[in-house]
């Protein structure tokens, strides 16, 4: 039993510990051995290897109770994945500096506009929110340790990627930074972004309502239990 935790509290630390690494440390020396591409390569194969390991040993941990099933969380943790959907979907498809490899999107005037205009990391908000929400719902060891661990990734990891982007891309950079916002909606509030549903795009978010309708309605086949306590 211990064996399992301390296992998926390995894999969960170097699926999270890795990113940063390859992130910060290890991002400039490993360029300039691997080149861009060869980077990119060994970042991924790592980084999945970590978290395939990290899922597989998840489902073999023993099940724990820490504070155990908070049933008031339910219905707050079902409406919060409706705009934890919607951001990640969104956030994906939007062109998005903030992602691997966008950097050169930096250079469009209206690059903080859409789904950037509510949080520049609209992605990792979505699984930050998501791991944060079921951390709370789901008080078992090895559930908080893997919700922990991604959370810890999605919103530190992105504060983290902001410090690194504003040495490395400079004003470009600086700019992007100063019309949106790391938390969601400060921006849009302080009066330095522009809410609007049509740059986000009503097809994406339509496509995130669809992912929110499939994980509410498709959870109890996948993970064994529905979030509506059906």
Known sequence: ????????????????????LLSHA??????????????????????????????????????????????????????????????????????????????????????????LAVTRHPMNWGIGLWALGHLIMNGEVATVILTGGTALLALAGSWAQDRRKAVEAGAPWQRFA???????????????ARFSLREIGYSRLAAGVLLYYALLHGHRYVIGVSPLGA
């Open 26 to 115: 290890l991002r400039a020396p490993l360029r300039k051995a691997l080149g861009e591409r060869g980077f990119l390569a060994l970042y991924a194969l790592l980084v999945g290897a970590a978290f395939a390991w990290m899922l597989f040993a998840y489902g073999a941990a023993p099940r724990s109770e820490l504070w155990g099933k908070a049933e008031w969380m339910r219905w707050p943790l079902i409406l919060l994945m409706l705009p934890a959907s919607m951001l990640l979907v969104c956030g994906l498809a939007a062109p998005n500096p903030s992602l691997v490899g966008r950097e050169a999107l930096l250079a469009r005037r209206e690059v903080g506009s859409g789904i």
């Open 178 to 192: 100063a019309a949106t916002s790391f938390f969601p909606f400060v921006a849009i509030a302080q009066g330095r």
């Open 1 to 20: 039993m211990i064996g399992s935790i301390a296992a998926l509290a390995l894999a969960t630390t170097l699926f999270v510990g890795g990113h940063f």
